[in-house]
């Protein structure tokens, strides 16, 4: 049941019930590549270009609230490697109550639905949406199409994906992009809560926010992206346009144009 704790908290993080949300928990993932050593100046601009919150691991809270220019903080709450032994084995690394003492708006966790590891993975989402519940702090699901024989970008699999978050207890859902949007709007239509897209590895601005286009024209609700922004050369122009188009509902040229990026890019 959404309290008016949740509904508030849902504002801080996003806009209208739109999002533009920055995950930078990646550190954790990969190391500290691109766009994450000096994360504070990466926080600086996304929120400068109109990002609605960024997201973090508990750990790097501190470096977050000074930077993020009074926007939305969203604490995530699984992890793995890529140097380990199988990254799609997402482990638990907060719970709520720490999320909250990081200064958390949100929390998030990812879930590989098909994975080997979903049945853990379901009983982490089910438990963590039980746990913010009492305190009316909202869930984020990053609910991927992963497993073998799984199509990661395939419509079908990933409206199972945010089915299962709405079924256990989420308030917003991210998941892969099907790759235009009349085939994402099967997705969109597979929930009643307000989908946002993940960004993949980084494309052409042009490629980027045309994909946005898609989503928001399929209904989507957004974007939780993260480094096609954070590892771009110039992080708050690309948050521009991105947010050009979720919250002014601007055309790929247009957005690109607001945001100072070549359009041939």
Partial sequence: MTTTGTEARLERIGT????????????????????LKDIESTIDGVTRGGADAVLTQKGVAPRV???KNGKGYIVHVNGSTTIGPDENDKRMTATVEEALRAGADAV??????????????IEDLAELSRDAARYGLPVLAMAYARG?????????????????????????????YSGDAESFQHVVESTRLPVVIAGGSKGTDRETVEMVRGVMDAGGAGVSMGRSIFQHDDPEAIA??????????????DALKRAGLALEA
């Fill in 108 to 121: 998030s966790l990812h879930i590989n639905v098909g994975s080997t590891y979903e049945p853990k993975q």
């Fill in 240 to 253: 521009t346009a991105v947010s050009g188009v979720i919250h002014d509902d601007l055309e790929t040229d």
């Fill in 16 to 35: 209208d019930g739109k999002f533009v949300i920055i995950p930078m928990d990646h550190g954790i993932t990969m190391g500290a590549v691109k766009g």
């Fill in 148 to 176: 073998p024989g799984i199509d990661s970008t395939d419509a079908e699999s990933l409206g199972h994906a945010v089915r299962l978050a709405e079924e256990l207890g989420a308030d917003v859902v991210k998941t892969g």
């Fill in 65 to 67: 609230h000074e930077n």
